[in-house]
């Protein structure tokens, strides 16, 4: 069963646009990570926040975390043709610390427009 | 290699036929996870290795599947007597450790699984 759930499932926007995505999840967390997919395979890590952190930066990507609201939302500015993929938060199973195993959201499609 | 290996990247395979997929993690890190893409379903954990500790094979969806990992790098996955309802993308990811903090885990392209 999938711990987090994500909104929108899909999004599109135009090049320059800023996209957020947003994503639930139901247990207590030690982190949270987002990574990015392109073409249905590989999934690549973008960011990690941890517990106790608020927010954080990475190039055009910002992250919060709110645990009182078991929520997180990706922000991606200025966008790009090339952001095109699907992206999906992720989090340790329960009691589980960071480097193990990971519960996905179901994703979001985020479309660029040039 | 820089990444996480897999091989195939595509497989066809008659219902019924036993299929072995392969993967080669980031040389140095001792954790290796099998994860499973199909529509409809998400992203699932199969199973986890941790150094020399006993895998946790608690996502695997029945008997049919398996997992070893040679010499703390190479993991092979295997399927018996494939079903249909095993068709989805297998992707493969490595950690340098249980516990760490900081970064996420380093997926491989994924083997596509078909099962005529």
């Known amino acids: 069963s999938q711990q987090g759930e994500e909104d929108p499932q899909a999004l599109s926007i135009q090049e320059g646009e800023n996209a957020t995505m947003n994503c639930s999840y139901k247990?207590?967390?030690?982190?949270l990570q987002w990574y990015r997919q392109n073409s249905g395979r590989g999934l690549v890590h973008l960011i990690l926040?941890?517990?106790?952190?608020r927010e954080k930066h990475s190039g055009r990507l910002r992250v919060t975390l709110d645990t009182s609201k078991k929520s997180s939302s990706l922000l991606i500015t200025a966008s790009r043709a090339a952001d095109t993929a699907s992206y999906f938060c992720?989090?340790?199973?329960?009691?589980?610390?960071?480097?193990?195993?990971?519960?996905f959201g179901e994703g979001t499609q985020l479309t660029v427009n040039p | 290699g820089a990444g996480v290996s897999q091989s195939p990247s595509n497989k066809v395979t008659e219902k019924g036929k036993d299929v072995e997929l392969r993967c080669d993690p980031i040389?140095?890190?001792?954790?290796l996870y099998w994860y499973r893409q199909s529509l409809g379903q998400g992203l699932e954990f199969l199973i986890y290795f941790q150094g020399n500790s006993a895998p946790d094979k608690s996502g695997l969806p029945s008997d049919r599947f398996s997992a070893e990992r040679t010499g703390g790098s190479v993991s092979t996955l295997t399927i018996q007597r494939t079903q249909q309802e095993d068709s989805a993308v297998y992707l493969c990811a490595s950690s340098p450790a249980y516990g760490t903090s900081g970064g996420g885990q380093f997926f491989g392209p994924g083997t596509r699984l078909t099962v005529l």
């Open positions: 926040i941890r517990s106790n952190e």
């Open positions: 992720a989090t340790p199973q329960r009691g589980e610390t960071s480097g193990s195993r990971l519960t």
């Open positions: 247990t207590s967390i030690n982190n």
């Open positions: 040389s140095g890190h001792t954790a």
